[in-house]
């Protein structure tokens, strides 16, 4: 496997950068991110680090899903992808690292890569067993990171882990369909920074099951018979500017990850508020489509 690299040119050579990520609920008001990229440095001098996010909600292991799976897949094949949401080592949270679609990650078994992996098998995964050579309360500065810099060198899985063939499964946060294929009863799984929606119904579902029919989706006390491509489709362009009135108005669209999403458009958490505010919804509140013969 070829690494993730950025060709960097030096004296008139060339030499190899690994590419790794950051991913955690750590924030950026504390010291945790900087001492992680600090180790990482003193590690792999030459490593080039993208941080995803730090700002996921303590141990929401849904929402780091969301945003893992739509992000990793833009990184060239071979990047490192270090995950530290909900990573404390006890009997029921075990520590991995895998290989998945070309992409190494490291990263507690808490269900997240079930959620990230969806259809796609690990080719290579095992448990990590380092931790007796290592002292540590900061699994993710002090065991991720050796992880981490063993396979940007070169290293392969098993010498710093048991291969393993399972892990864990999360299957509450799944879209429920009823027996008769006429309703599918989702699920709030993320709320962006403009305060969008993102439920767990796929389009992909949304065209299986409904088969084309006329539906009703229906959020909170508000419903909607039209699911649009792009946010600015609730806009009337043929109307002078000032007769268009779209700003503020709610409007459901599969978005560029292809999940459902509820959306204010224009909206502003700040000022207007979102449709998170504005609706009335939040994590893990129902939202159900419902099919018309």
Request: aromatic residues 10%; hydrophobic residues 40%.
């Amino acid at each position: 496997m070829d690494k993730a690299i950025f060709k960097v040119a030096r004296k008139g050579c060339f030499y190899f950068m690994p590419i790794l990520t950051l991913t955690t609920d750590f924030g950026t008001k504390d010291h945790f991110v900087g001492a992680v990229k600090g180790a990482i440095y003193s590690t792999i001098p030459d490593v080039q680090i993208v941080d995803i996010s730090h700002s996921i909600s303590p141990f929401n292991i849904t929402q780091t899903a969301y945003i893992l799976r739509n992000a990793y897949q833009n990184f060239p094949e071979g990047t490192i992808h270090i995950v530290g949401v909900d990573s404390e080592l006890n009997e029921d949270n075990r520590h991995i690292a895998l290989l998945l679609n070309g992409h190494y990650f490291v990263c507690p078994d808490n269900g997240l890569i079930s959620l990230v992996a969806s259809d796609i098998k690990p080719s290579k995964m095992v448990e990590i067993n380092i931790h007796d050579r290592v002292e540590s309360s900061f699994s993710v500065l002090d065991v991720f990171v050796q992880v981490a810099a063993h396979i940007a060198r070169g290293g392969t899985l098993e010498v710093i882990g048991k291969p393993i063939e399972d892990y864990k499964q999360l299957f509450e946060i799944q879209p429920q369909i009823s027996p008769e294929q006429h309703k599918i009863v989702g699920n709030v799984i993320y709320i962006d920074n403009y305060g969008n929606i993102i439920s767990n119904i796929t389009e992909k579902l949304f065209k299986e099951i409904g088969k084309g029919r006329r539906f009703k989706l229906t959020a909170s006390s508000y419903s909607f018979a039209k699911i649009h491509q792009k946010y600015s489709d609730i806009v009337d362009f043929s109307l002078p500017k000032n007769q268009r009135k779209s700003d503020g108005n709610r409007l459901a669209i599969f978005n560029s990850a292809g999940f459902l999403e509820i959306a204010i458009y224009k909206s502003n958490l700040t000022t207007v508020g979102g449709a998170s505010s504005l609706l009335g919804l939040d994590y893990r509140d129902p939202i159900t489509i419902e099919f018309l013969s």
